[in-house]
T-cell receptor
Framework: GAVVSQHPSRVICKSGTSVKIECRSLDFQATTMFWYRQFPKQSLMLMATSNEGSKATYEQGVEKDKFLINHASLTLSTLTVTSAHPEDSSFYIC????????????FGPGTRLTVT | KNQVEQSPQSLIILEGKNCTLQCNYTVSPFSNLRWYKQDTGRGPVSLTIMTFSENTKSNGRYTATLDADTKQSSLHITASQLSDSASYICVVDSSYKLIFGSGTRLLVRP
């Protein structure tokens, strides 16, 4: 199956700093990538949809200036959490979509962000 | 409002036993229904995808059913193993937007 990686798997940063999370599709080209956030014992919440070469589409309530998304190539999307606060601590998961058939989304392993 | 509801919220079973997880949805438009397994601290992994016309689909010891008329789905796990301990998430694809259920947390005990 298609493989999606994320880096880093865990990151701890101080309040007010920025942190970048990378999402890569390793063995396929993904024109669309998605970023999700998951709080403990809750399900995934879509933050934004990222299309290669264009601006990301953010879900209602997600600050685009705080969560910067760049999808510069067909295999890489990045999420930068700017001026992080403790309430941004969460599990961030990306997925990459294969634009065929049922439009399967393949999820990355996630990044645990802790803001101190 | 599009919703996906799962039950039970959590479940504990003994190794080797079978179990069935439920999913009810009110989503429109409907493209397909997916079941994912999510281990703690990991991303979801796809188990099955079913379109409107499919009633059942199997993946090893996992068998999913779909009743599009009643908008219900189930995931049956046969001969459970300790490694089946995870959250199982029902997801409905609504024109490429995924609507997630809150998941069932399954614990398989020896």
């Amino acid at each position: 199956g298609a493989v999606v990686s994320q880096h880093p798997s865990r990151v701890i940063c101080k309040s007010g700093t920025s942190v970048k999370i990378e999402c890569r599709s390793l063995d396929f080209q993904a024109t669309t990538m998605f970023w999700y956030r998951q709080f403990p014992k809750q399900s995934l919440m879509l933050m934004a949809t990222s299309n290669e070469g264009s601006k990301a589409t953010y879900e209602q309530g997600v600050e685009k200036d705080k969560f910067l998304i760049n999808h510069a190539s067909l295999t890489l999307s990045t999420l930068t959490v700017t001026s992080a606060h403790p309430e941004d601590s969460s599990f961030y998961i990306c997925s990459a979509a294969l634009p065929t058939g049922a439009y399967e989304q393949y999820f990355g392993p996630g990044t645990r962000l802790t803001v101190t | 409002k599009n919703q996906v509801e799962q039950s039970p919220q959590s479940l504990i079973i003994l190794e080797g036993k079978n179990c069935t997880l439920q999913c009810n949805y009110t989503v429109s438009p409907f493209s397909n229904l997916r079941w994912y397994k999510q281990d703690t601290g990991r991303g979801p992994v796809s188990l099955t995808i079913m379109t409107f016309s499919e009633n059942t689909k199997s993946n090893g010891r996992y068998t999913a059913t779909l009743d599009a008329d009643t908008k219900q789905s189930s995931l049956h796990i046969t001969a459970s193993q300790l490694s089946d301990s995870a959250s199982y998430i029902c997801v409905v694809d609504s024109s490429y937007k995924l609507i997630f259920g809150s998941g069932t947390r399954l614990l398989v005990r020896p």
